[in-house]
């Protein structure tokens, strides 16, 4: 029994369809993983830019504070802040035992 030309044809097609067909499935898989990743990506790195932004601007927030503080706290602020206020150097100092 031989087999004829149409019979070796189709058993090509059929090996050609167990082979292809996964690996086109793996194949279009992998694409939509990537795109999902690559989106993701995108998304973090603008979430991480916003966060560095907001950083940045908290920090330059935190050194006007700062200096606000030092040039309220400094002494001749302090002393002219008094004076202001009837404040005045004791006269004789009065300790108690």
């Known amino acids: 029994m ?5 019979e070796l044809e189709e ?3 059929i090996k050609f369809g167990k082979v292809f067909l996964p690996v ?13 990743v690559s989106h993701s990506l995108v998304t973090y ?3 991480f830019k916003n966060i560095e932004n907001l950083q940045t601007s908290i920090q ?3 050194q006007i504070l700062e200096n606000q503080i030092d040039e309220l706290s400094s002494l ?3 002393a ?15 300790y108690i035992r």
């Not at 086109?24 to 999902?36: C, K, P, R, S, T």
């Not at 002219?80 to 009065?94: A, C, D, F, H, V």
Request: aromatic fraction near 6%.
């Open 24 to 36: 086109g499935i793996l194949l279009i898989f992998l694409v939509l993983a990537e795109i999902w």
């Open 11 to 13: 058993k090509k097609s």
């Open 76 to 78: 001749n602020k302090v």
């Open 60 to 62: 330059g927030e935190n």
């Open 2 to 6: 031989k087999a004829t030309k149409f």
């Open 45 to 47: 790195g603008e979430q």
């Open 80 to 94: 002219s802040s008094s004076s202001g206020l009837g404040m005045e150097l004791p006269k004789e100092i009065k």
